[in-house]
């Protein structure tokens, strides 16, 4: 694959994204890509800290772009990705065949077929909805098991199991998250489950992956521009817990990277530790402080301050707890907010570049993102 050019200019609002590759994600920056490398393309940064990485979607076009990645999340399944894609050399025949060998260990019932495998016609049967098909599920049971017998390095491992999550992730039943399942079998699920070769940076640049608490991370990475996607808790009062507990929305991956067999709880089968009261976030919760002042705002103001980069890139939501005077306040005393984009979700449109005193206004809206560079 070609790589982007190094650094592209801007033309006009928005730049050029190069491909990347992903699961379904409730917090996928697919869309923003553009916005995004349009505004780092506004900085002399060389070096980025993706501080929320999560699918690694940004990083990788990052990487593609030719800047030099330091990537952080701590979802398990995230670490695995970031290792996969911006770390693995570029040898496609030696991971072309061992994927090859996983394509063809013969299917067994295990332990992921008991609990999240369903035959196509006894899906309901027994009062539960599943995300994939037997069939597939006795592929995942015998790849699993092979990919622990077969010793790999860490990095064979990651790109092993990043082809065998985004396999699964073309064949199952849900709406793109796994705390409830179709009531009926999504068209895909029939097809079978086929590992290929992730979409591998081809980078002379060496990136570092963690799986940190972001300001423990946030305090020790230098770099020229760090972004940050926090998860954010809902600003609907009758809806305290927030807008998406990733945790618990993925846990399935965080499973099959373990492979841990965990317990179980509810109709979906979820990891008993990604409850909201075990697995929450601080940029999550609807709580406020002595102060008044609600916890996840507290939280922004903390990492923006923290932060070791001469650039700050923030994307925020107009459903998020922090209201638009209080995320102004926050970045106003972190440092200047330079340009700040908006994107209309409920139009499907992004909306040109906004001056920085016209935002406030447009926050008060439903479905409205944004991004802030803030220049420090």
């Known amino acids: 694959m070609i790589e982007q050019e190094l650094f592209p ?3 006009g ?55 030099q990645v330091t990537l952080n999340d701590i979802a398990v399944w995230s670490e695995t990705f ?38 196509a016609d006894d899906l309901g049967f027994n009062g539960k909805k599943y995300p994939w098909q037997i069939h597939n599920t006795r592929k995942l049971d015998a790849i699993r098991e092979e990919i622990e017998r077969l010793n790999l390095s860490d990095i064979e491992k990651a790109v092993a199991l990043t082809s065998l999550i985004l396999a699964l992730d073309k064949v199952d039943s849900t709406l793109g998250h796994f705390v409830s399942y179709l009531r009926e079998w999504a068209p895909r699920s029939y097809n079978s489950l086929l590992l290929r070769l992730p979409a591998i940076v081809n980078s002379n640049q060496k990136h570092e992956i963690l799986r940190s608490d972001i300001f423990e991370a946030a ?12 998860p954010y808790g809902s600003n609907n009062e009758k809806m305290p817990p927030s807008r998406v507990r990733y945790a618990s929305y993925y846990h399935i991956w965080t499973t099959i990277i373990l492979n ?81 984009i908006e994107i209309d979700y409920k139009k499907h449109v992004m909306a040109n570049m906004k001056w920085t005193n016209e935002w406030l206004s447009e926050a008060e809206q439903a479905n409205r993102e944004f991004l802030f560079l803030i220049e420090r």
């Open 219 to 230: 305090k020790n990475v230098e770099c020229d521009l760090a972004y940050y996607d926090p």
């Open 260 to 340: 841990d067999k965990p317990k179980l709880v509810g109709k979906a089968n979820r990891r008993a530790d990604v409850s909201d009261t075990l697995a929450g976030s601080l940029f999550e919760d609807f709580r406020q402080n002595e102060h008044g002042e609600f916890l996840a705002v507290s939280a922004i103001k903390e990492l923006l301050q923290c932060t070791k980069a001469h650039w700050i890139l923030l994307s925020y939501s107009s459903g998020g707890r922090a209201t638009a005077n209080e995320l102004n306040k926050a970045i106003s005393e972190s440092g200047k907010l330079v340009e700040v």
């Open 9 to 11: 200019e801007v033309h």
């Open 82 to 119: 970031g290792k996969c894609y911006l770390q693995a050399p570029n040898d496609k025949v030696h991971f072309n065949a061992l994927l090859a060998h996983l394509n063809n260990v013969t299917p067994i019932d295990g332990w992921y077929t008991e609990h999240y495998g369903c035959a």
């Open 13 to 67: 609002k928005m730049a050029v994204s190069p491909d990347t590759e992903g699961i379904k994600y409730a917090g996928s920056k697919l869309k923003l890509l553009p916005h995004i490398l349009a505004l780092a393309g506004r900085t002399d940064a060389r070096t980025i800290f993706d501080g929320f990485s999560g699918t690694t979607r940004v990083s990788q076009a990052f990487a593609r772009c030719g800047y």
